[in-house]
């Protein structure tokens, strides 16, 4: 089931074939990149996806203040509860951090980004190619119950 998140995430890439630049196409790593890491806390479903900047369309990055660049990584968290067009975002407070294989610890700041009734959090990360980050994304809602998101995605040259 395709979801307001997901609508989000593959209407960026379908507005970068609107944007007016030459539609290229997407590598299998950068797809690969760009899956979904879920969890429920209670009955709340929080996703992340991280994609490379360089994906966007130029209108997308414009609207959101994203630069599109090949060594930039945007990450994308997004809380619902509820189904299909019945869901509803939930606030949060979300720290997030991203690891190197050297043990290289960043942070990331996300900041709110809405979208119609809809509310994100987005924030972006400067990459050396290649290369393999882990990311740790700690999640406390409002009522006080939290869950921590760890994945790991590579990042290659295109």
Do not use: H, N, W
């Not at 395709?2 to 007016?20: D, E, I, K, Q, Y």
């Not at 539609?23 to 209670?42: F, K, L, N, R, W």
């Not at 994203?66 to 067009?85: N, P, T, Y």
């Not at 900041?111 to 990459?127: F, H, N």
């Amino acid at each position: 089931m395709r979801t307001p998140f997901f609508s989000m995430v593959l209407g960026m890439g379908l507005l970068s074939a609107c944007s007016g630049e030459p539609a290229a196409p997407v590598p299998a790593a950068t797809m690969a990149e760009s899956q979904d890491t879920i969890v429920t806390i209670g009955d709340v479903t929080a996703r992340a996806t991280v994609m490379p900047t360089a994906t966007l369309g130029s209108l997308v990055a414009e609207k959101y203040g994203i630069r599109r660049a090949d060594d930039q990584v945007m990450l994308l968290v997004g809380l619902r509860r509820g189904e299909g067009s019945a869901e509803v975002s939930v606030p949060a407070r979300i720290v997030a951090t991203a690891s190197d294989l050297r043990g290289g610890r960043r942070p990331i700041e996300l900041r709110e980004l809405s979208s119609g009734d809809l509310m994100d959090y987005v924030g972006t990360l400067q990459v050396s190619l290649p290369d393999t980050l882990k990311f740790e994304v700690d999640i406390t809602l409002e009522d006080g119950a939290r869950k921590t998101m760890q994945f790991t995605r590579d990042f290659q040259p295109q």
